[in-house]
């Protein structure tokens, strides 16, 4: 009910009727009552809807300010997603454009091979339209060489997402050109991808660059590895490059075993190492100094080589580094050093060869007083034969000088036949007899200089086929040369010990075994050489003219170094079949 209405009502004027008994009037107030109660729960229930309905209205006041606000949200998103649309489709646009008209050729693969999409910068590099190239296998580009290359590229590219690989490509008008593929997966949805896209560049100039610089590499490491000249480069003797020439020279297996080092130059003889040391130091700093010597190194045996070096600085990874090249020129100076000793030798024999003369010459006139001599001993004998029993020490000495005068006469006789080549008269010898006679003449001197000298003859020695007189002095030559190398000593036992036996071979040996110095090792293996000699004032020529007299009787001579100090010379014979023996 509106407000005025019900205002309207509970104003009206009531109608009394004046005639109505009492019970009537109590009656109808009654009923008036529960018609006002009924009126005011009606207002009240009115007044209830009322509110209700101003509620809604406020809701729904709200409902419609919130869909305003919603619709004003909903028009900016949609102008947002109408820019976004179009940033999308212009970039979409710009991507297209990137991709056709890109400077790389860009290929989209299946796990085939097939080509599913290309750029246009991918067909030209193919030589052939898009139309004709789609639907295909890249493999029948490829010369077949490469399809197997192709094929493992793309098993991996599936496998690890990513690969690279660089293979021929036929063009279409049968050239041929270099291109690196670099691949990867294109991803897909529920984690599989049937795709890849594939960017193919053309790397036919470095291609051709590299491979030239791969060549003219492997022509110089051929020329520098098949050199007969040794290069090594270093930085402060740290070996950065080695070529095997300069690890034959040096006497290593191979290069690796000098790199592996961290400091070569221990291959520089001691008395060298100075010298290359100062060379290196003012070299680095710009001073002049040699760039072409000689100098000693050592070998890994430790053997001693002459290398000539040329050395000069390099670059070297960006830093300065030293390479040298070296020859072995050890052949040349032991040529050199050999052919001046022949020189001095020819000298030496030219001035022997006078000598010679002079021998003979002088032979001849000595011959005669030796005979003389031993004429005058004999007569001497023969008329003071009668007092040999009351003075037997005169007949003696008589004896001992017509005995040595013989023997010396024997002796020039001998150099006679030297001088003039001419053969010696050989006969069976009774060796022991020599090394005797030998022993007796040089014991003089032995007792003199202190020395104790055994001597061991084996019994029953066969007789050799010989000239006693060069034995003779063969032995008195070792013997000499025993006493002078004990001289030499100056301290320590002072011991000489001849022996002869029957060796192992069935030759006659004699080893002549002193206390003295030993031999030098570096003349060791040259001691028998002739003009080879350890003395001052030694011709060299005693051991050479042995060594020949005892080869020309078929016998050998050689020297052993002692265990303690000394050395043993050994002489042997050779013996005779089925002879006699003394």
Same mark, same amino acid.
């Given at each position: ?12 004027? &009531? =109608?009394?009727? #004046? ?5 009537? @009037?109590?009656? +109808? ?5 529960? %018609? /006002? *109660? ?120 599936? &496998? =690890?997402?990513? #690969? ?5 490509? @036929?063009?279409? +008008? ?5 291109? %690196? /593929? *670099? ?400």
């Amino acid at each position: 009910m509106h407000p005025t209405s019900k205002s309207s009502f509970l104003h009206r004027p &009531r =109608r009394i009727d #004046a005639f109505s008994p009492a019970v009537s @009037r109590v009656h +109808d107030d009654h009923h008036l009552n529960e %018609a /006002l *109660e009924r009126l005011r729960q009606r207002i009240l229930e009115l007044e209830r809807m009322e509110m209700e309905s101003r509620a809604k209205e406020e809701r729904l006041l709200g409902v419609v300010q919130e869909l305003d606000v919603h619709r004003e949200e909903l028009y900016t998103q949609n102008e947002n997603l109408l820019h976004a649309q179009a940033e999308l489709e212009e970039s979409q646009r710009s991507y297209i454009d990137l991709f056709e008209y890109a400077p790389v050729g860009y290929l989209f693969l299946d796990r085939e091979g097939v080509i599913q999409q290309l750029n246009l910068q991918g067909a030209q590099m193919l030589g052939y339209s898009r139309a004709h190239v789609l639907g295909k296998p890249l493999w029948l580009y490829l010369p077949r060489t490469y399809r197997d290359t192709l094929a493992q590229h793309l098993r991996m590219v599936f &496998r =690890r997402n990513r #690969a690279t690989v660089e293979v021929g490509i @036929r063009r279409g +008008d049968g050239s041929t050109f270099y291109g %690196a /593929l *670099e691949s990867m997966l294109v991803p897909e949805t529920a984690g599989f991808s049937r795709y890849c896209r594939t960017a193919l560049l053309d790397v036919t100039e470095r291609w051709t660059a590299e491979n030239a610089l791969r060549e003219s590499e492997e022509r110089f490491r051929n020329l520098i590895e098949g050199s007969i000249q040794g290069i090594y480069i270093h930085q402060d003797w740290r070996p950065l490059f080695v070529n095997q020439a300069y690890a034959d020279i040096l006497g290593y297996n191979s290069p690796e075993e000098i790199l592996a080092m961290k400091c070569f130059e221990h291959h520089i003889a001691p008395h060298e190492r100075p010298r290359l040391r100062d060379y290196l130091t003012r070299r680095l700093v710009g001073e002049s100094v040699p760039v072409h010597y000689e100098y000693d190194a050592l070998r890994k045996d430790g053997a001693l080589v002459t290398l000539d070096k040329v050395v000069r600085l390099i670059q070297w990874k960006g830093e300065v580094a030293v390479q040298d090249t070296v020859i072995d020129i050890t052949a040349r100076r032991r040529a050199e050093e050999q052919a001046r000793k022949r020189e001095a030798e020819l000298a030496h024999v030219a001035r022997l060869s006078t000598m010679g003369e002079m021998a003979t010459t002088l032979a001849h006139e000595l011959n005669q007083p030796l005979t003389a001599i031993v004429s005058y001993t004999e007569g001497a004998l023969r008329r003071f034969g009668h007092i040999r029993a009351s003075n037997p020490e005169l007949i003696e000495v008589l004896d001992q000088i017509g005995q040595l005068t013989k023997r010396a006469a024997q002796i020039v006789k001998g150099m006679r036949n030297f001088v003039r080549k001419k053969d010696a008269q050989f006969e069976p010898v009774d060796f022991n007899q020599a090394v005797s006679e030998a022993a007796r003449l040089i014991s003089a001197e032995v007792r003199k200089k202190e020395i104790r000298m055994e001597i061991y003859l084996a019994p029953d020695l066969p007789l050799v086929n010989g000239s006693l007189v060069q034995l003779e002095q063969v032995v008195l030559n070792l013997i000499r040369n025993a006493i002078e190398a004990i001289e030499e000593a100056q301290s320590g036992p002072r011991n000489l010990t001849l022996r002869t036996f029957t060796n192992r071979r069935a030759e006659l040996e004699l080893t002549v075994r002193d206390s003295g110095v030993g031999l030098d090792p570096a003349v060791a293996p040259r001691v028998l050489e002739a003009f080879v000699t350890t003395k001052h004032d030694g011709l060299g020529l005693g051991l050479s003219i042995s060594r020949t007299i005892l080869e020309s009787h078929g016998g050998r001579l050689w020297a052993t170094p002692n265990e303690r100090r000394g050395t043993t010379f050994h002489l042997t014979l050779p013996t005779p079949p089925n002879t006699d023996v003394c």
